[in-house]
């Protein structure tokens, strides 16, 4: 069992990821593709993902094995944000950290000669690593992007509301049929013996649709301490099924910039990623991104130079075509 043990500063640190991750949907969705558990929700999607395979893939199953120990550099940390940020962070990872841990997944793997050659050329391996993450994002992962962001932002909803009005408490308790929480400590069964002392750093908590059944962590966070918990599993995010009568009422409405844009925002971004993720002008972006935010579908913040947008409750709402 897993004990994550908390102190008075940690109970005021705990805070909800703003959005899907796509690194941590993209390790959890290895391990997925690598087993046969829950064959309703991922069957399709595996056998799908296994014909359109590319040769980068085993290079990621060999670093992201379906039980054990995966590399904590795999998931840097960015809050929300496009795969093309993450990726940036990935490739950022200190050299000697990338050699540790790649090492350290290969002493217990049946794949260890290629990953010590990996380990041995940290500089040569990452690049690979990065590239690879690029080809099976846009084969496994893209294509099913936009309904699983929406899926944990309805996640993400429901649970702020239950921290408002229940506590954090209630929060912790909520996050799998295996977690209780103590009062000062969250237990999580379908763990080795382990005890985890935050010691006033707080928790992130995220939510995933491939994290199954149980939530999951980093081995040794470098940083703030994340654990990812499972979201309700919609069959039909994995599904392929297209709504495009719905689609296309929502460009009447809106017009398809807006409608692309509101798509884009549901992972926030700056006007810059919106502009470059939708291939329009940053003015044409800020433009449509202004409407939006006047029309209720979009809010927008300050971030340092910057100014962060994301589809809000609503905007996601008209997109899943959930408005009465």
């Given at each position: 069992?897993?004990r994550?043990h908390?102190d008075e500063?940690?109970?005021?640190s705990?805070?909800l990821?703003?959005?899907?991750?796509?690194?941590?949907e993209?390790l959890?969705?290895?391990?997925?593709l690598?087993?046969?558990?829950a064959?309703?929700?991922f069957?399709?999607?595996r056998r799908?993902?296994?014909?359109?395979a590319?040769?980068?893939?085993?290079?990621?199953?060999?670093?992201?094995p379906?039980?054990?120990?995966?590399?904590?550099f795999?998931?840097?940390?960015v809050?929300?944000?496009?795969?093309?940020?993450?990726?940036?962070?990935?490739?950022?990872?200190?050299?000697?950290?990338?050699?540790?841990?790649i090492?350290?997944?290969?002493?217990?793997?049946?794949a260890?000669?290629r990953l010590?050659?990996?380990?041995?050329?940290?500089?040569?391996?990452?690049?690979?690593l990065?590239?690879?993450v690029?080809a099976?994002?846009?084969t496994?992962?893209?294509?099913?992007?936009a309904?699983?962001?929406?899926?944990v932002a309805?996640?993400?909803?429901?649970?702020?509301?239950?921290?408002?009005?229940?506590?954090?408490g209630?929060?912790l308790?909520?996050?799998?049929?295996?977690?209780?929480?103590?009062?000062?400590?969250?237990?999580i069964?379908?763990?080795?013996?382990?005890?985890?002392?935050?010691?006033?750093?707080?928790?992130?908590?995220?939510?995933?649709y491939?994290?199954w059944?149980?939530p999951?962590?980093?081995?040794e966070?470098?940083?703030?301490?994340?654990?990812?918990?499972?979201?309700?599993?919609?069959?039909?995010?994995?599904?392929?099924?297209?709504a495009?009568?719905?689609?296309?009422s929502?460009?009447r409405?809106?017009?398809?910039?807006?409608r692309?844009?509101?798509?884009?925002?549901?992972?926030?971004?700056?006007?810059?990623?919106?502009?470059?993720?939708?291939?329009m002008s940053v003015?044409?972006?800020?433009r449509?991104?202004?409407?939006?935010?006047d029309?209720?579908?979009?809010?927008?913040?300050?971030?340092?130079?910057?100014v962060q947008h994301?589809?809000?409750?609503?905007?996601?709402?008209?997109?899943?075509?959930?408005?009465?």
């Amino acid at each position: 069992m897993l004990r994550i043990h908390f102190d008075e500063a940690d109970l005021t640190s705990i805070v909800l990821a703003p959005s899907a991750s796509p690194m941590w949907e993209m390790l959890l969705s290895l391990h997925a593709l690598q087993a046969t558990y829950a064959d309703p929700v991922f069957g399709a999607w595996r056998r799908e993902t296994r014909i359109k395979a590319t040769p980068h893939l085993r290079l990621l199953l060999d670093v992201a094995p379906a039980y054990g120990y995966s590399p904590d550099f795999v998931t840097p940390e960015v809050m929300g944000g496009s795969i093309d940020t993450a990726r940036d962070a990935l490739m950022a990872t200190p050299l000697e950290r990338v050699h540790e841990e790649i090492s350290a997944v290969a002493t217990r793997s049946p794949a260890r000669p290629r990953l010590e050659q990996l380990a041995g050329s940290p500089k040569t391996g990452l690049s690979m690593l990065v590239d690879a993450v690029g080809a099976y994002w846009a084969t496994a992962m893209a294509p099913h992007w936009a309904g699983l962001q929406r899926r944990v932002a309805e996640d993400l909803d429901r649970r702020r509301q239950l921290m408002t009005t229940q506590g954090v408490g209630a929060l912790l308790d909520s996050l799998g049929p295996r977690v209780r929480w103590t009062g000062r400590v969250l237990e999580i069964a379908g763990f080795n013996d382990n005890d985890v002392y935050l010691e006033g750093r707080g928790l992130t908590l995220q939510p995933s649709y491939f994290c199954w059944q149980d939530p999951t962590k980093l081995r040794e966070p470098q940083g703030r301490p994340v654990l990812v918990y499972p979201i309700e599993h919609d069959r039909s995010v994995l599904s392929g099924r297209k709504a495009p009568e719905r689609e296309s009422s929502i460009s009447r409405l809106l017009g398809e910039a807006r409608r692309d844009l509101l798509n884009a925002a549901e992972s926030p971004g700056t006007t810059s990623e919106l502009a470059q993720r939708c291939m329009m002008s940053v003015s044409s972006a800020s433009r449509h991104a202004a409407a939006l935010r006047d029309a209720g579908l979009l809010t927008s913040h300050r971030d340092g130079q910057s100014v962060q947008h994301q589809t809000t409750a609503l905007g996601r709402a008209l997109l899943s075509g959930s408005v009465a």
